[in-house]
C-alpha cells in the first residue's frame, strides 16, 4: 500500500515537472516561424545534467552578452554535428535574464542557426545550484560539463575546437 | 646522466601538475582568514588608492567589478546602497576593475570614469593596473566580493562571494550575504555564511 501511494505522489510530481515544459510540436502547428525556448528553473534541468542513457553529454553554459561564450559557440555546433553518429549531444544551456528572452535570446538562436538544443536556465538562487552542477565552478562562463553514466568533467573555462575535441575523445575511449 | 635526466623529467612533471591546478581549481585565492594583500591602484579621480589609506576603517567590503559585465550591472545600484550604508559604519566599499580593458574596451579607465560620473559612484572605482591584485585574491568573475577585517596582523578575508542571492531583482533578494556578513562583523559575532557562489562574466585578462 505505501508503495502505491508512493507510486500516485511520484506521479502527480512528475506530472508538475512536465508543465513547466511548454508543448514545442503544438506550439510550432500554431506559429512555425517563433522560436520556442524551453525555461527551467533548476530542479527542472537536473534530470538533462543525469542523464544515464549511452550518450557523451556536453552542457555549455552561456548567454548571448557572454562575448567568449559567443565565440565558442560554432565549435560546440561543430562537435554536435561531427560527432552525432558517436551518441555525442550538446546541450546550450542560456543564463540569459528572462526580459532578454524575446529582444535577444531567439533572435540570436534564429540568426546563427543553432541547431544544437538550446534551453533557459532561470533560476536565481546560484549558491544553491552552482555547486551541485560542480563543487569546482566559481560561477563564471562560459563553463562546460562533459558526462556520461560513468564519469562527469567540468571545464571554467574558454574552448577551441581542438581542446573540445580532445576532451570528448576522452570519453569516446 | 640518467639521474640526471629523471630529475629533469620530475621537475617538468612537477611543473605540468601545478599548472593544470591553477587553470581548474580555485585554490590560488584568498581563503577564510588570510590576510588580503594591499595594494596602490589609480581610481577615477585621477589619485592612487591604498587600504592603508583608510586610517578610521574596521574593515572593507573590496568588490571586483566592472562597467561591461551584466551581473555587475544588475549590482550597480546595491554596490551604491552597500556603501551609504556601511562606509560610514567604517566599512567603506572599494570596487575594482579587474579586466584587461584592450579585451574589454568598455572597461578602460576613461569608461570607468564616464561610469563613475553618470551613476555618481560614492566609493573608489580602481583599475587593477597590470591584473595583478585580483589573481592574488582569487577573484574569477564580475562581480566577486571580499569582505576584509583590520587586524593586527593585516586586513583579514572574512567572506568571499556574492552580495545576495537574486542578480535579477534586488526586491525579490532572500539573504543579503554582504550585509549579513558586515553586521556580524560590526556585532562582534560569528559570520553565519562565510562563501557563497554567484554567476558572474569571467575576468577578462
Redesign the interface.
Known amino acids: 500500500m505505501k508503495y502505491v501511494v508512493l507510486i500516485v505522489l511520484f506521479s502527480v510530481l512528475s506530472c508538475k515537472n512536465e508543465q513547466k515544459v511548454p508543448l514545442v510540436a503544438d506550439a510550432e502547428l500554431k506559429s512555425p516561424k517563433l522560436t520556442e525556448l524551453e525555461i527551467f528553473d533548476y530542479a527542472g534541468l537536473e534530470p538533462l545534467l543525469n542523464k544515464k542513457d549511452k550518450k557523451i553529454h556536453v552542457i555549455n553554459f552561456w548567454?548571448t552578452?557572454?562575448a567568449?561564450c559567443v565565440k565558442e559557440l560554432p565549435f560546440f555546433e561543430k562537435l554536435n554535428k561531427t560527432y552525432a553518429d558517436r551518441d555525442v549531444e550538446v546541450l546550450l544551456v542560456s543564463?540569459d535574464?528572462?526580459k532578454q528572452y524575446d529582444s535577444k535570446l531567439k533572435p540570436f538562436i534564429e540568426d546563427k542557426k543553432l541547431k544544437s538544443k538550446v534551453v533557459a536556465l532561470n533560476d536565481?538562487?546560484?549558491?544553491y545550484w552552482?555547486?551541485k552542477i560542480s563543487e569546482?565552478?566559481?560561477?563564471?562562463?562560459?563553463a562546460t560539463l562533459i558526462y556520461n553514466k560513468d564519469k562527469r568533467q567540468f571545464?571554467?573555462?574558454?574552448f577551441n575546437y581542438e581542446e573540445l575535441e580532445t576532451q570528448i575523445k576522452q570519453f569516446l575511449k | 646522466m640518467i639521474m640526471q635526466t629523471l630529475k629533469t623529467l620530475f621537475a617538468f612533471v612537477a611543473i605540468l601538475s601545478l599548472s593544470s591546478f591553477s587553470?581548474?581549481?580555485?585554490g590560488n585565492g584568498y581563503q577564510i582568514g588570510d590576510i588580503a594583500t594591499d595594494f596602490k591602484l589609480p581610481n577615477v579621480d585621477g589619485k592612487m588608492i591604498s587600504l592603508a589609506d583608510y586610517k578610521d576603517a574596521k574593515g572593507f567590503i573590496v568588490i571586483f567589478t566592472c562597467n561591461t559585465c551584466?551581473y555587475a550591472k544588475?549590482y550597480e545600484d546595491r554596490i551604491i546602497e552597500l556603501d551609504k550604508k556601511y562606509a560610514a559604519k567604517h566599512y567603506p566599499v572599494i570596487a575594482i576593475m579587474p579586466n584587461n580593458p584592450k579585451v574589454k574596451p568598455g572597461d578602460n579607465m576613461e569608461a570607468m570614469k564616464a561610469r563613475a560620473k553618470q551613476k555618481a559612484f560614492p566609493f573608489p572605482y580602481l583599475m587593477d593596473d597590470g591584473q595583478k591584485i585580483y589573481p592574488q585574491y582569487g577573484a574569477?568573475?564580475t562581480p566577486?566580493v571580499y569582505v576584509l577585517q583590520k587586524t593586527k596582523n593585516g586586513n583579514e578575508v572574512k567572506y568571499i562571494?556574492?552580495i545576495d542571492?537574486?542578480?535579477?531583482?534586488a526586491k525579490?533578494v532572500k539573504t543579503k550575504?554582504v550585509e549579513d556578513a558586515v553586521d556580524a562583523l560590526l556585532a562582534g559575532k560569528e559570520i553565519k555564511v562565510t562563501q557563497?557562489?554567484?554567476?558572474?562574466?569571467?575576468?577578462?585578462a
Open positions: 548567454a552578452w557572454c567568449p543564463l535574464f528572462p536565481t538562487d546560484a549558491n552552482i555547486p569546482d565552478w566559481t560561477g563564471a562562463i562560459p571545464y571554467e573555462q574558454p | 587553470t581548474i581549481k580555485e551584466p544588475a574569477t568573475k566577486h562571494g556574492a542571492d537574486n542578480h535579477q531583482d525579490a550575504y557563497t557562489k554567484a554567476l558572474g562574466c569571467s575576468i577578462k
